[in-house]
């Protein structure tokens, strides 16, 4: 009986797909979301596969902004997890998670990869702002989700998504990650990924150029993807965010263009970071400025990035949702006061302090308070909405795709 059944549960996300059953505590596997191809007329290679170097390698990805849109590839990754569970997905339920500005049209190849290419008996869309308020305890929250494709501010109230109040945008861990590399170019720093390096110095001091030995470069997708990882070891162990605008002059930093920048008095330690090629840099400043334009994206000069005026920053994309919010006094307090800070960038050092500053400086008399929430909360709350039932008005069996179609079906079940 498929009420005995664990589902398997899905959370792809632009950088990240996680994946386990719903009697799992934690995902069995947490792999990489692109895929990487050495020629059209060959196999996908999933995992770890696609950091190993091979002149005509592409990396994919099924995944943008959150939402996929690459469905067969997806089921695809999917597939070969279910395969290294030991799970047969024509047998098993499929909970995958839905971010919530996903396009209604993205449902019916949805229902389409998962009934047809995977054969799954059961499927559900599971909303990854509920998953976050379930796995959080909270049937009213903020769900604030910082990850690599798209911020986004997504109001729960007493379990509902107030969708109006939803707001998003592209300024997150993939604009940081192109900004700190155009910053490193700047200052002229060799970034080379370490599949170039053939043979590097040891030993060299801070600041000493290293001689390496430099191999050839992969396809762009490759050699770009490469670049992205040494990018996101940079804000994990030396990166922070500065707990105010960095508006101070005479602090001696520049931004990507060399112009001068403002750093706070209280901001000037300095942290060491070793690139690829075995070159040391001790970071100032300059590691809060390549982290600022989260909060203030056209205020920082970008190389090569198109800012339009007067985009709102993650300060700001929070304060405009809560202010889009229609309800009573009483429920916006209890709002403020659950604000679930979720995805891979609120990883960054000091944001939480830097966001609740912001707020307090907007609104003085608010009670903000935040909740950390980082790692698999959306797949764990993912899990437990699959462990109520796979019966409720949620799940589509593969007899109602048969009889009423994939259309139909994503129109009057996932509104």
């Not at 060299?204 to 050839?216: C, F, I, R, T």
């Not at 965010?241 to 112009?259: E, I, K």
Request: net charge negative.
């Amino acid at each position: 009986m498929l009420e005995d059944v664990p589902a398997v549960v899905v959370d792809p996300g632009t950088t990240w797909t996680r994946c386990g059953l719903s009697s799992d505590l934690t995902p069995r596997y947490t792999v990489p979301s692109a895929y990487a191809k050495d020629g059209n007329d060959l196999p996908r290679v999933f995992g770890d596969g696609v950091y190993s170097y091979t002149p005509s390698r592409e990396i994919f990805t099924p995944v943008m902004d959150g939402v996929v849109y690459d469905w067969d590839s997806a089921a695809a990754l999917w597939s070969h997890l279910g395969e290294r569970m030991g799970c047969n997905l024509n047998e098993q339920p499929l909970s995958v998670v839905e971010k919530a500005w996903a396009p209604a049209e993205s449902r019916a190849p949805a229902l389409e990869a998962v009934f047809e290419g995977l054969g799954v008996p059961l499927f559900t869309l599971a909303k990854a702002p509920l998953c976050a308020a379930v796995e959080s305890f909270r049937t009213t929250a903020l769900i604030v989700t910082i990850g690599s494709g798209r911020t986004s501010v997504v109001p729960v109230l007493d379990g509902v998504v107030a969708t109006k109040a939803i707001l998003h945008s592209r300024f997150a861990g993939d604009f940081l990650d192109a900004h700190i590399l155009a910053s490193f170019q700047a200052s002229q720093i060799d970034a080379a990924p370490r599949y170039q390096i053939k043979q590097r110095a040891i030993g060299l001091d801070v600041g000493e150029p290293s001689p390496y030995a430099k191999g050839p470069q992969g396809t762009p997708s490759f050699h770009q993807y490469q670049q992205a990882r040494i990018v996101q070891r940079f804000k994990q162990v030396t990166a922070e965010v500065s707990p105010f605008p960095l508006n101070n002059p005479g602090s001696g930093a520049v931004d990507a263009a060399g112009r001068p920048i403002n750093i706070p008095n209280q901001s000037s330690s300095i942290r060491p970071f070793e690139f690829p090629s075995g070159y040391h840099r001790l970071f100032g400043p300059e590691r809060m400025a390549m982290v600022e334009p989260l909060f203030k994206p056209g205020a920082t000069a970008q190389s090569g990035l198109q800012v339009p005026e007067n985009s709102l920053g993650l300060t700001e994309l929070i304060y405009q949702s809560i202010g889009k919010v229609e309800a009573p006094t009483e429920v916006i307090m209890n709002l403020v006061s659950n604000i679930v800070l979720t995805g891979g960038t609120t990883q960054l050092q000091g944001l939480p302090r830097r966001v609740e500053n912001d707020l307090i400086a907007m609104k003085p008399n608010s009670p903000f308070r935040f909740h950390l929430a980082r790692g698999n909360v959306t797949w764990a709350g993912a899990r437990v909405m699959a462990s109520f039932g796979h019966f409720d008005s949620s799940w589509i069996t593969k007899a109602e795709y048969e009889e009423i179609g994939a259309e139909q079906l994503a129109e009057k079940r996932f509104k």
